[in-house]
């Protein structure tokens, strides 16, 4: 940050450290220098902080979180500002998010550019606001709304937060020179009503109905997350308890956060999002330039009126088809409706002289084997396990299910064997692992990243588990090669068990980090 001496007796301190002006131990300390620096010059009557470049501070340097603790030590900063003896306008363009926001509630003004938005997001990277957020937005704009913004994490424009009353002038020119026209107005007005940490949160007469709603909303809208949860109880603690000891239940809270690993994942996310527009595979292929690669047979799950175009598709390109149907009903409609639609395809190319092979299609029985015994599923009350009801969702049990697996097993020449909830974990996981790392080995995908990005925007892997090439990470290489090896030594009938050459060469390195793996495992093939 930087220290400035500007007339009418006005000193300016400008944070200084592109691209977002994050808070790094470098900017936190220079803040607290300018800060002392004005104290100590008697000829200071106001101090102005602002950002350079345009934006105010989007918080805290992410790219540190894993080597410091973010927030707890930059909340006795802001609480000093809060203190001090002159008058802190802070004065934003562009943004002020996470700390970049806690440093401007500390300040006793805030003044925005129209453009501005501010907020809270740390719940998207599974912390909380832990520099005095949760204790000092509640004190200015109430509970309810302090708990939409902190739990949502959204940032909201200059308008709104003029009207929530986080701002407390917006204007459409500069922010730093209205700043300084503002401080010189209010230089005699007493400090003390702008201090959020003498104030108390706003009292409502059905707090405890507040609270309660806010868990149930953030359980059901952000299942298995930890930071919205924690959040809304540092705010109750700041409705139940006196600022110094709210502090203190916020930082316990925030520690909580920070280990819980939630944190370590979504911190990934947050990188690995914004690398993935920067990347391209090894060969520099695209889907614009990649050529197709062969497909040898082609598998259909259902053959209603989608199911069924899409075999025929396939199937008039040459390539075979293998469909599963589980309704016997569905089954006859989708055979009769398929052959006579490529028998009326093959008479219009034999019309027009063009020679075309009956293609072969292949429908798998062993999938009906309990359907064409009646045996549904929940909708029939009976199906790999018995129903209360029809419909119902209460299951047993059943004994009828186990002669017929034991009789399955002597056709196959099966022995049984219980199957840990671990094992049907590590052999789903892992295999979907190694096919991620064979990727890699192909260069077929550009990075871990982006393996793990599609996973959580396009499969419903949570977010808060950073995706798979994070979780092998997370569990340790050696320790996935390890299993995958165990697992395959089992089952050498089953290839996608068989460890990928990529996840050896990196699991000799012991558990480096997915930015790591590509350095390390050397260039890749080509597929593309
Ligand atoms: C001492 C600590 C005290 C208190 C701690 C409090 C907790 C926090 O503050 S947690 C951080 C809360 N802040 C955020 O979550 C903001 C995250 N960033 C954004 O939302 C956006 O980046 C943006 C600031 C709105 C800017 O968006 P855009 O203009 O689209 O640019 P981007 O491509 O997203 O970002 C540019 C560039 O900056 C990097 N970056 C952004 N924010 C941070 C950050 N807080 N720390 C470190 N780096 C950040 C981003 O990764 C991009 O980097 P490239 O290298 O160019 O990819």
């Not at 109880?233 to 000891?245: D, F, M, R």
């Amino acid at each position: 940050a930087e220290y400035l001496r500007l007339p009418h007796s006005l000193a300016l301190i400008r944070l200084r450290n592109p691209p977002v002006n994050a808070l790094s131990l470098a900017v936190v300390n220079g803040i607290r220098e300018g800060l002392q620096k004005a104290m100590s010059d008697h000829t200071i009557k106001a101090i102005v902080v602002c950002g350079a470049n345009d934006k105010f501070c989007a918080g805290a340097d992410i790219s540190s979180f894993s080597r410091s603790s973010p927030g707890i030590s930059f909340g006795v900063v802001v609480d000093e500002i809060q203190r001090y003896e002159k008058p802190v306008v802070a004065a934003i363009r562009g943004v002020a998010l996470g700390g970049g926001l806690e440093l401007a509630l500390g300040c006793h003004y805030r003044i925005a550019h129209a453009e501005a938005r501010v907020g809270l997001p740390e719940v998207a990277l599974g912390i909380l606001p832990g520099a005095r957020g949760t204790q000092l937005l509640p004190r200015l704009i109430g509970v309810p709304m302090s708990l939409d913004l902190i739990t949502s994490g959204r940032p909201v424009g200059a308008d709104e937060a003029l009207k929530l009353g986080i701002l407390d002038v917006v204007i459409n020119s500069d922010p730093v020179e209205e700043a300084v026209k503002f401080s010189q107005e209010i230089l005699d007005k007493p400090l003390e009503p702008r201090r959020l940490l003498n104030k108390s949160v706003p009292s409502l007469p059905n707090m405890d109905s507040i609270f309660s709603e806010a868990f149930a909303k953030v359980q059901k809208q952000y299942p298995g997350f930890l930071a919205p949860e924690t959040s809304i109880q540092a705010l109750q603690a700041a409705v139940n308890l006196p600022y110094k000891l709210g502090i203190k239940e916020e930082e316990k809270l925030a520690l909580y956060l920070q280990k819980s690993g939630q944190a370590r994942a979504l911190q990934y996310v947050f990188f690995a999002e914004s690398s993935v527009h920067k990347q391209s595979p090894p060969s520099v292929a695209s889907w614009q330039t990649a050529s197709p690669q062969p497909i040898s047979s082609v598998g259909v799950l259902g053959l209603g009126t989608m199911g069924r175009g899409i075999a025929m598709c396939f199937a008039k390109a040459g390539i075979p088809v293998v469909a599963v149907e589980s309704d016997p009903k569905q089954l006859e409609i989708a055979k009769k409706a398929v052959t006579s639609m490529l028998e009326r395809e093959a008479s219009k190319m034999q019309q027009s002289g063009r020679a075309w092979t009956k293609p072969t299609l292949t429908f798998s029985s062993s999938a009906d084997m309990l359907c064409e015994s009646g045996r549904f599923g929940q909708k029939t009350g009976k199906g790999w396990y018995q129903y209360d009801k029809p419909l119902g969702r209460v299951h047993r049990p059943d004994p009828w299910l186990s002669e017929f697996l034991s009789q399955y097993r002597e056709t196959h020449h099966l022995e049984s064997r219980s199957i840990s909830q671990e094992e049907i974990l590590e052999r789903c996981l892992y295999s979907l692992i190694n096919e991620g790392f064979r990727i890699l080995g192909e260069g077929i995908a550009a990075s871990p990243e982006q393996i793990d990005i599609i996973y959580l925007s396009g499969y419903g892997w949570p977010r808060y588990r950073g995706g798979p090439m994070f979780y092998a990470a997370t569990v340790g290489l050696p320790v996935v090669l390890e299993k995958l090896q165990k697992y395959y030594t089992q089952n050498p009938d089953v290839p996608q068990l068989e460890p990928s050459d990529y996840l050896k060469k990196l699991a000799a390195h012991g558990n480096p980090p997915p930015k790591d793996w590509q350095s390390l495992a050397g260039p890749p093939g080509s597929k593309l």
